[in-house]
């Protein structure tokens, strides 16, 4: 019997330091070192994983379709002026809140009208250089911070990802890589962080049929298995600029919210407008000002305004 136990003990700590997140483990828990796993216990998560026992740990075992854990640096994201979760008492915080909550209202149905595939926001602009990655992130982190929500964000930019970059975390497969092989696992290309609530999808590889693969009837499977799956979740896309590629326009078609960020004082009316047009046929477009004045207690800062375009139910 002691012999079992110590496999049992050993698999455990090889499961565990092949970076394996065990279903029932409390990750806040403090470490018991007394307690000594049951072989029962070691057998049902590993029937979970699809490994046995007295089988050697691979790189080829299904323990890889379990999420991939990676740590975001909070001080980082401070210095960057990105929102950090555990500081939330900040202007850009606050800005946030305001931001999110309509768009949260109506992804979880408690807008003035449903809207199908509420929970699917797709973040973009007109132009390149507006701040909508850095609009898309911040919105990730504040919606993590809700008591009831849970959130993904998907970097949607095929041609030019750049949540990976901002986030200073490693390059890995992603959507496209689901889009191309259906038999591929969504869990496998997530990324798990520290941030409790929040993972991450990256965009994959390049590849050169990238607009035809989103507007694939892989990329509706996707959607809405995404929108479906977890009804407490909220899916923010990192998309394309609107007038610049056609991809944005594929995917907007499928979502339920839309967030333009606009750069102050920079982006034309125009440019506005024939953006808006593109994606008319969707129910909630929101528009978010960037790097507009607001004066505060320090004279004139930077800051983010909201709005609705038309077509919107969903008003706070």
């Known amino acids: 019997m002691s012999s ?7 698999r455990l700590e090889q499961l565990r330091q092949a970076g394996v997140v065990l279903p029932d483990e409390d990750e806040r828990a403090p470490a018991k070192e007394a307690q000594i796993p049951s072989i029962i216990e070691v057998a049902r998560h590993e029937a979970a994983l ?12 299904s323990v890889s379709v379990l999420s991939r ?3 975001i640096n909070l001080d980082a994201l401070s210095k960057a002026g990105i929102v950090n979760p555990k500081a939330l008492r900040s202007q850009l915080a606050d800005q946030f809140r305001v931001i999110k909550r309509p768009l949260i209202s109506n992804a979880m149905g408690k807008g003035a009208s449903i809207i199908a595939n509420g929970n699917l926001i797709m ?21 993590a911070t809700e008591l009831d929500n849970t959130v993904m964000l998907v970097d949607a930019d095929v041609a030019r990802p750049s949540v990976l970059d901002m986030l200073n975390l490693p390059p890995g497969p992603g959507l496209l890589e689901l889009l191309q092989d259906e038999s591929q696992v969504m869990s496998r290309m997530l990324l798990k962080t520290n941030i409790d609530k929040l993972s991450i999808l990256p965009s994959g590889a390049p590849h050169e049929r990238a607009t035809e693969l989103l507007a694939s009837d892989a990329m509706v499977k996707l959607l809405n298995d995404m929108a479906q799956r977890y009804p407490d979740r909220i899916i923010i896309f ?13 995917l907007a078609t499928h979502m339920g919210q839309i967030v333009v960020v606009v750069k102050a004082e920079s982006t034309l009316q125009q440019d506005v407008l024939n953006a808006l047009a593109m994606i008319e046929s969707c129910p ?4 978010v000002l960037n790097q507009a004045r607001t004066e505060s207690q320090n004279g004139y800062g930077y800051g983010y305004g909201y709005g609705y375009g038309s077509g919107g139910d969903g008003r706070p």
């Open 4 to 10: 079992l136990i110590e496999k049992a003990t050993l």
């Open 284 to 287: 909630v477009k929101l528009l």
């Open 238 to 250: 990192d998309s394309p600029p609107l007038l610049l590629t056609t991809e944005s326009r594929v």
């Open 50 to 61: 699809g490994v046995r026992l007295r089988k050697p740990l691979r790189q080829t075992d």
């Open 69 to 71: 854990r990676v740590e």
């Open 123 to 143: 973040v973009t602009s007109a132009l390149p250089g507006e701040g909508k990655s850095f609009t898309a992130i911040n919105l990730a982190l504040s919606i």
